[in-house]
């Protein structure tokens, strides 16, 4: 994948997914559900490159969902994916 985001600008746009999803009660259940985390386990894991990109995966595993975020924040849709590959065991294989 080109283009990819590394570091903090891949950081700060799953930060940005993860307030976003704060605004979204009923996302917001599901990625709680989905981890395992406690409100408190939120703030303490989401400075870890390895949980931002779980919750990257969990936005990018709902389209609709992923969609209305880039309308929302003014991203495209393809944004989060990218900074995705720039978090740990975000590495795509390259097909072509």
Do not use: K, Y
């Not at 590394?6 to 599901?30: H, I, K």
């Amino acid at each position: 994948m080109t283009g990819a985001m590394a570091g903090e600008p891949a950081d700060r746009l799953a930060l940005d997914v993860l307030s976003w999803m704060a605004e979204q009660p009923d996302l917001l259940g599901r990625f709680m559900a989905a981890s395992g985390a406690s409100p408190d386990d939120l703030r303490t894991a989401m400075h870890r490159p390895e949980f931002l990109g779980f919750v990257l995966d969990h936005l990018l595993s709902d389209e609709a969902a992923l969609l209305a975020f880039a309308a929302d924040r003014g991203v495209p849709p393809d944004a989060p994916a990218r900074a995705r590959a720039g978090l740990p065991g975000g590495d795509l294989p390259e097909w072509t």
